[in-house]
C-alpha cells in the first residue's frame, strides 16, 4: 500500500507561481511512477503531467512550458512547480502513483494510489 499527502495548493493572481508537493510512504516500488491530475468543477480529471522511473517527464499540452515535474527519490516526494498560472488552471489537484514501468508510466495511465487532492485557485 502507499499513502499520498499533497501540499501546496493555495490562490494566486494569473501570472503567479505555485508549488505542490506529495509525500509518498509505503512500497516504494508502488511509486516508480507518479504524476499529477486535476478536476475542474464540471469536468473530467485530466492529466497534468508524470514522472516515470527514469525521471522522464511527460506534459498535457496545455501545461507545457509552465508546468514542471520532479521527483526527490530521498525523500520520496514529487513535486509540481507551476508558473505563469491562468484561471483555467484552476482545479482540485491530485497526486497519484503506480509501479508502472517507463513505458506505460503516461498521462492516460492507471494509478491505484491517490492522494486527497489540494486546491488551485487562479484569479484573473
Known amino acids: 500500500q502507499v499513502k499520498m499527502v499533497e501540499s501546496g495548493g493555495g490562490s494566486v493572481q494569473a501570472g503567479g507561481s505555485l508549488r505542490l508537493s506529495c509525500l509518498a510512504s509505503?512500497?516504494?516500488?508502488?511509486?516508480?511512477?507518479m504524476g499529477w491530475f486535476r478536476r475542474a468543477p464540471g469536468s473530467e480529471r485530466e492529466g497534468v503531467a508524470v514522472i516515470d522511473s527514469n525521471g522522464r517527464g511527460t506534459y498535457r499540452d496545455s501545461v507545457k512550458g509552465r508546468f514542471t515535474i520532479s521527483k526527490d527519490s530521498a525523500k520520496n516526494t514529487l513535486y509540481l512547480q507551476m508558473n505563469s498560472l491562468k484561471p483555467e488552471d484552476t482545479a482540485m489537484y491530485y497526486c497519484a502513483a503506480d509501479g508502472l514501468s517507463p513505458p506505460m508510466c503516461g498521462l492516460r495511465a492507471r494509478y491505484n494510489y491517490w492522494g486527497q487532492g489540494t486546491q488551485v485557485t487562479v484569479s484573473s
Open positions: 509505503g512500497y516504494t516500488y508502488n511509486t516508480r511512477c
